[in-house]
């Protein structure tokens, strides 16, 4: 028995990266997944990854966009049945720069998607399914959301915002049956990071205790936690995945 047998999901951003591997974890644990990403050749090979249309459905779109939102819903009900999990890991940081210096337009952007789509997401996803069966919402923040990030300030207050929003989401749908929580990874080797560790890794993995950045699987491992029974008594909260990199702060 796995812990999602019969248990299907929604992960958004899904076609590699971290989203990817919360799907790999998912179906190996026995669930079914509908992932979604901006490109269908990448979902192409993702669906092949993760063992075929059997267990998997792709709906290319942008996460943002209202209509995908509604199509991907739609079609998760109409393929599966059901839906029992949403991973809003869909995010975007197109500056690197102080935050006094970045265009309004492009912080609107990176809110609109970091923020007001997963909250999209969740309200889709309530209305269609989670209002009268429960489920688990989990949101893929950022350890930039819980402290000052130069350089991806932006990025980080957005984020911020993304912990805040499941914090009041965990309270108002708690009495449908809903946990809402996020994580909060520090650097992980995904291709959106890269340029935070590419041309340094050593040198950037040694300010973690623990000795390494963190891979996808660390953070699918979390989402699949806090997304199964159990951390059925788990809501409202934020998981810190930084091996050991907040614990340095202030040490000499």
């Known amino acids: 028995m796995g812990r ?9 951003g899904a076609s590699r990266g ?5 799907a790999r974890r998912i179906v190996s644990e026995g669930g079914r997944v509908v992932i979604t990403g901006r490109k269908p050749d ?12 059997g267990y998997v459905l792709a709906v290319a779109g942008k ?7 509604e199509e991907a819903v739609e079609q998760a009900l109409a393929t599966f049945g059901r839906i029992d999990v949403l991973v809003n890991n869909t995010g975007i940081n197109p500056v690197f720069d102080a935050v006094v210096n970045v265009d309004p337009s492009a912080m609107a952007k ?14 889709v996803v309530h209305r269609a399914w989670m209002k009268d069966n429960g489920g688990a919402v989990v949101n893929v923040a950022s350890l930039a959301g819980q402290y000052p990030s130069p350089g991806i300030g932006v990025y980080g207050a957005s984020k911020a915002a993304l912990i805040n929003l499941t914090q009041q989401l965990a309270y108002e749908l708690a009495h449908n049956g809903i946990r809402v929580n996020a994580v909060a990874p520090a650097v992980v080797k995904t291709s959106f990071a890269t340029a935070l560790y590419a041309d340094n890794e050593e040198e950037v993995a040694a ?22 029974e159990d951390a059925a008594w788990v809501t409202g909260q934020v998981h810190t995945l930084d091996g050991g990199r907040t614990l340095s702060a202030g040490v000499e």
């Open 63 to 69: 996460a943002q966009d209202a209509e995908h939102q």
């Open 18 to 22: 971290i989203g990817l591997a919360a």
């Open 42 to 53: 990448a979902l192409e090979k993702a669906v092949a990854d993760l063992g075929g249309e």
């Open 207 to 228: 300010g973690y205790p623990l000795g390494r950045l963190g891979v996808p699987e660390d953070v699918a491992a979390a989402i699949a936690y806090l997304a199964s």
């Open 4 to 12: 999602f047998d019969g248990k299907v999901a929604i992960i958004t």
């Open 110 to 123: 990176i809110f609109e998607v970091n923020v007001i789509a997963a909250a999209s997401w969740v309200s």
